[in-house]
C-alpha cells in the first residue's frame, strides 16, 4: 500500500573509492548482480515499500544513470502524480562551490522538497545492497514517536581501519539514539549507522536551510549528530540485520558479486519469498546459449550470454559471449564482453564490452581483482 | 483520432485445440515459447519493427492470460497516444451479439473499430506462426502492384503442400487460383496466413460475405475465393525467411528445438529484430556445482543443480541435483525434483516432477492411462500446467497427463 513517505537517493557517495568502475558514470549506475545496476537495489526497496515519489540527486557523470532510469516505467514509476525525478544540479550562478556533502545536496533539491506533499522523508545512500521493507522503518518511526529514525545494523570484530568508515551508536533498551561516534579510531559500539534515514520532510527542510548557512556540509555530523546530542529531540534506530553489503571500494563490490553464488543471499536480496522483486531496465535480451562444449559450474549467468567455454564461480552479465576453450573463473564479466577461444581469465573484473582476443591469459589476485575498463581490447 | 495509413488485425481467438492440455485455460497465442516468449510476440513485435503501431488483437477463447499479457502494449512499444494496442473481444451491439463465427466475421465484427483510423490498408495476421516478417514490405508491394489484396506466401515442401492453401500464380505472382489443402498440388507457394487488402475493397467484401447466409465467413474459404472469383488484382509476396505454424505438439516441440541449432531457422540472437516480451521480474540464473548444460536455452529466475541436455527452460525453472532433462521444453515456474529423469516432454507451467520419477518412460511398469496419441506424436510426453507427478513414478511415453499422478 502507499504510505505519506518521501524518498531521496543519493547517486554519488564520496567515501567510495571505485577506481575505473566510476571513471565513466555514478555510483548509483555501477553494473551489479548479473543484470542489475546498484541503484536498482535501493529504488526497488522504495517502490516495493510503497513509496509513490523517488527523488535521485545526480551531481555529476549522470549519462549512463539517466540512460538506465529511463523515465522509471520499468519500475511502474512514469506516473503523473508522483513518480521518479531525476535532480541534476541546477546552475545556481555561483561557481566553485567547494567540497560539497549531503547538505549541499539536499539544499540543491530543496524546490523539490518544498514542492512534495508528503509529510515523511526517507533519505538513503544509494550505495548499500539490501532488501528492506522501509514501511516497517516508517512503522517503527511514527510508533515510537521519533523526530529521527535511523536504520542502523550489528557489526564485530571492526579493524581500527573499518571503524574509521563506520558511524557507530549508542541505543539504549527502548531503541532510542543515545550517542553517535562518526568514523572513531576503534569499534565503540556493535551497531553501524547505514546511511537510511526517515524524518518529517518540513523539519528537514528547515534542518537543511540552517545548516547550509552555517557553513555545515555533512548530514551525520552536522544535522543527525546535533539531534542525537539534544535532548528535545527523538532519535530512534532501527536494526536490518538482513543480507546487507556496502559497495565503497572493488573489493566490496566484488565480494557482493561472488556473494550472490550462494542461494541464502540470493532469495533474501531478489526477494523470492517475500515477492519484493529488485528491478532494472528491461533489455529484451534472448534466453542464454549454453553450446555442447560449455561447462558451466556455480555460476550467476544473465541472458543474451553465449557460453561455449568454461566458467567458474563467476557472474556473467547480459550478452557476455564465452568462446570454446576459454576458462573464466572468479571473475564479473559485465555486459557485452567477448572472451575469445583458448582465453584463461581468473579473479578479474571486466567492466562492460571488453573484448579479449584468443588465446590470452588474464589472471588478477583473489585478494585484488584486476579490473579492466570499459571497452577496452585486449 | 489521427488517420493511419495502415492497421493490424491479430486473429487470436482460436483455442488451438490440437495443443491439448497446454490451451485448456490459455489462448493459443498465449502459449509459452522459446525460452522467455509466448507466441503473440512474434506478430506483435513484427508489427512494432515494422512500423504499425495501431494494432488490434482479437480474443474470444480463453482470454484473460492473453488480455493481461498485452494488457497496454508496453513491451512491444505499443502504448501509444495515437494507435497502440487494443484488445477487441466479441461485443454485443443494439441490435444483437454473437461470438465471431468465423475470420472473416471476426474482422466484418470490428469494422468500426478500423474505421476510426481511417486507415488505406489493414494487415490481417494470424496469432500462431513464429516469423519474423517485415510486413512493411509487403505493404510496399502492394501498393507497387496497385493490387487489392497482396498475400505472403513461402515455399513449403512439395510433399507437404497438400497440407496448406496453395497459391498458384502467373508468371508476375499474380494469383490466378487458391486451392484449399489440394490433393494434388499445382504449386507449392502456401498462403503464410498474413494478408495485406485495400480497405475499401476488404470492407465491401465483408459487408457481401456476412450477408451471404452461406458463408462460412473464413478468409480462406470465402473471402480470397469470391475476390479471385470477381477477377480482383491479388497478388501473392514471397517470404523466404523462417516461418512455422506451431499448432500442434509435435510442431511446437519442433519449432522450441529448431532454435538450439547451429544456425538456427529463425535467430532470436538479432539485435535489429528483437522480439520484444514482457519480461519476468527474476535475478539471472544460477547454475550450481553439480549443474550442466548442454546445447541449450535458458532463462532468468532458472537454478540449475542436475543435468540438461538439448533442452529449453523458461523463465524460474527449478531442475534439482540429479535430476536429468534431455530433448525437453520446460515451462515458467516447473520443478524437476531430485533424480528425476525427463526425456523428450513439455513440462507444463508450475507442474512438479517428483523425486525419481520417469517422464517420457518406455518401462513395461509405466503409468499408461493417459496415453494421448491424438495430441502427442513423435514420442513427445506433456504434462500439463501445475501437474505432480509423485515421487518414484514413471510416466510412460506420448501420455498427455491432466491430472496429478500421486
Known sequence: MKNDMLGVIFSENPEASMGELTSLRSLAAVPVGGRYRIIDFMLSNMVNSGILKVGITTPVNYQSLMDHLGTGKDWDMDRKDDGLYILPPKDTGESDVEAVGGIERLAGISSFLDKSQQEYVLVTDCNTICNIDFDKVLESHLENEADFTLVCTKVKNLTPKEARKHILLNVDESDNVTDMHVYPGHQVTDLSYMHMFITRRESLMELVEYASTHGKHQISKDILLPAVLNDQVKVCAYEFNGYRKKIDSIQSFYKVNIDMLNKEVRDELFGLSVDNPIFTKIKDSVPTKYAKTAEVENSFIADGCKIEGTVRNSVLFRGVHVGKGAVIENSIIMQDAEVMENCLVENVIFDKGVILRSGKKLVGQDTYPLVIGKEIVV | ?406
Not at chain 2, 487489392?148 to 487460383?177: C, H, K, L, S, Y
Not at chain 2, 502456401?190 to 494478408?195: D, I, K, N, R
Not at chain 2, 535489429?272 to 516480451?277: A, E, L, V
Open chain 2, 1 to 406: 483520432m489521427r488517420s493511419k495509413e495502415c492497421v493490424a488485425m491479430i486473429l487470436a481467438g482460436g483455442q488451438g485445440s490440437r495443443l491439448g492440455i497446454l490451451t485448456q485455460n490459455v489462448a493459443k497465442p498465449a502459449v509459452p515459447f522459446g525460452g522467455k516468449y509466448r507466441i503473440i510476440d512474434f506478430p506483435l513485435s513484427n508489427c512494432a519493427h515494422s512500423g504499425i503501431d495501431t494494432v488490434g488483437v482479437l480474443t474470444q477463447y480463453q482470454p484473460l492470460e492473453l488480455n493481461t499479457y498485452i494488457a497496454n502494449g508496453q513491451p512491444w512499444d505499443l502504448d501509444r497516444t495515437n494507435g497502440g494496442v487494443f484488445v477487441l473481444p466479441p461485443y454485443t451491439s443494439a441490435e444483437k451479439g454473437e461470438w465471431y463465427k468465423g475470420t472473416a466475421n471476426a474482422i466484418y465484427q470490428n469494422i468500426g473499430f478500423m474505421e476510426q483510423f481511417n486507415p488505406k490498408y489493414v494487415v490481417i495476421l494470424s496469432g500462431d506462426h513464429i516469423y519474423k516478417m517485415d510486413y512493411n514490405k509487403m505493404l510496399t508491394a502492394h501498393k507497387k502492384a496497385n493490387a487489392d489484396a497482396t498475400i505472403a506466401v513461402i515455399e513449403v515442401p512439395w510433399d507437404e503442400a497438400p497440407r496448406f492453401g496453395i497459391m498458384n500464380t502467373d508468371e508476375n505472382m499474380q494469383i490466378v487460383e487458391f486451392e484449399e489443402k489440394p490433393e494434388n498440388p499445382k504449386s507449392n507457394l502456401a498462403s503464410m496466413g498474413v494478408y495485406c487488402f485495400s480497405w475499401d475493397v476488404l470492407k465491401k467484401y465483408l459487408m457481401a460475405d456476412e450477408a451471404d447466409p452461406e458463408s462460412e465467413n473464413d478468409f480462406g474459404k470465402n473471402i480470397i475465393p469470391a475476390m479471385l472469383g470477381d477477377g480482383l488484382k491479388l497478388m501473392a509476396h514471397r517470404f523466404d525467411g523462417y516461418w512455422k505454424d506451431v499448432g500442434t505438439i509435435q510442431s511446437l516441440w519442433e519449432a522450441n528445438m529448431e532454435l538450439l541449432d547451429d544456425k538456427p531457422g529463425c535467430d532470436l540472437d538479432d539485435d535489429t529484430w528483437k522480439i520484444f516480451s514482457r519480461n519476468p521480474i527474476k535475478p539471472p540464473q544460477y547454475v550450481g556445482a553439480t549443474g550442466s548444460l548442454k546445447n541449450s536455452y535458458t532463462t532468468e529466475g532458472c537454478e540449475i543443480y542436475g543435468r540438461v541436455e538439448h533442452s529449453i527452460l523458461f523463465e524460474g525453472v527449478t531442475i534439482c541435483e540429479g535430476a536429468t532433462v534431455k530433448d525437453s521444453i520446460v515451462l515458467p515456474g516447473a520443478v524437476v525434483n531430485s533424480g528425476a529423469s525427463v526425456n523428450k516432454a513439455i513440462i507444463g507451467s508450475d507442474a512438479v516432477i517428483g523425486d525419481g520419477a520417469e517422464i517420457g518412460s518406455t518401462a513395461d511398469d509405466a503409468n499408461s492411462d493417459y496415453n494421448n496419441t491424438k495430441i502427442c506424436s513423435a514420442d513427445i510426453t506433456l504434462i500439463g500446467p501445475g501437474i505432480k507427478i509423485g515421487n518414484e513414478k514413471k510416466v510412460a511415453v506420448l501420455s498427455m497427463v491432466t491430472d496429478d499422478i500421486c
